[in-house]
T-cell receptor, first 113, second 114 residues
Framework: NAGVTQTPKFQVLKTGQSMTLQCAQD?????MYWYRQDPGMGLRLIYY???????DKGEVPNGYNVSRLNKREFSLRLESAAPSQTSVYFC????????????FGNGTRLTVT | GNSVTQMEGPVTLSEEAFLTINCTYT??????LFWYVQYPGEGLQLLLK?????DKGSNKGFEATYRKETTSFHLEKGSVQVSDSAVYFC?????????????FGRGTSLIVHP
């Protein structure tokens, strides 16, 4: 059981370049989330998707777009990367029960120079 | 809106010391409460949870009790080990308009010395 898989693990971009972070889960969860983790800031929600075909903004959506391609996959796109987007990005999924925990991928460490 | 506040770190302890990491929350309704642990280079994983007032979650020697009257969910362990060195996140989850929006604290780094 792979759980939540993120690719790539590491990426270095130059300012202005674009890229897509991929995330897939094999637990048949409806809800999926993208977070960024920065030192001293904890986890901040970028976007989430409550079900296939729907997406909503989180706390820090500016500079990002998302696609819920199907129930398994939820991608995060940076159209024009900026140094402020240097961070560790985590994808997570959730079984929709009131007491269920998030399941996280191992993260993508992104550096924008 | 919902929020979670946890004590700032790093918390530095010697092996076999007692650990407390404080966590308080603000939320409407009756959220579920969680502690997650993050080991270096990995994603977060569930450590324990509690779903209603006075529930005690426990796992791997860690415990936390859901205190509604003080809106707290403090993490404790009686005797820490070097292998417990990690970052610990307090979180809550509640339903909003049919969606579940987990809210996290900023994390507390724990360093345990031999």
């Amino acid at each position: 059981n792979a759980g939540v898989t993120q690719t790539p693990k590491f990426q270095v971009l130059k300012t202005g370049q674009s890229m897509t972070l991929q995330c897939a889960q094999d637990m048949n969860h409806n809800s999926m989330y993208w977070y960024r983790q920065d030192p001293g800031m904890g986890l901040r929600l970028i976007y989430y998707s409550a079900s296939e075909g729907t997406t909503d903004k989180g706390e820090v959506p500016n500079g990002y777009n998302v696609s819920r391609l199907n129930k398994r996959e939820f991608s995060l796109r940076l159209e024009s990367a900026a140094p402020s987007q240097t961070s560790v990005y985590f994808c997570a999924s959730l079984e929709e029960l009131y007491n269920s925990p998030l399941h996280f991928g191992n993260g993508t460490r992104l550096t924008v120079t | 809106g919902n929020s979670v506040t946890q004590m700032e770190g790093p918390v530095t302890l010697s092996e076999e010391a007692f650990l407390t990491i404080n966590c308080t929350y603000t939320a409407t309704g009756y959220p579920s409460l969680f502690w997650y642990v993050q080991y270096p280079g990995e994603g977060l994983q569930l450590l324990l949870k509690a779903t209603k007032a006075d529930d005690k979650g426990s796992n791997k020697g860690f415990e936390a009790t859901y205190r509604k009257e003080t809106t707290s969910f403090h993490l404790e362990k009686g005797s820490v080990q070097v292998s417990d060195s990690a970052v610990y996140f307090c979180a809550l989850s509640s339903s909003s308009g049919g969606s579940y929006i987990p809210t996290f604290g900023r994390g507390t780094s724990l360093i345990v010395h031999p």
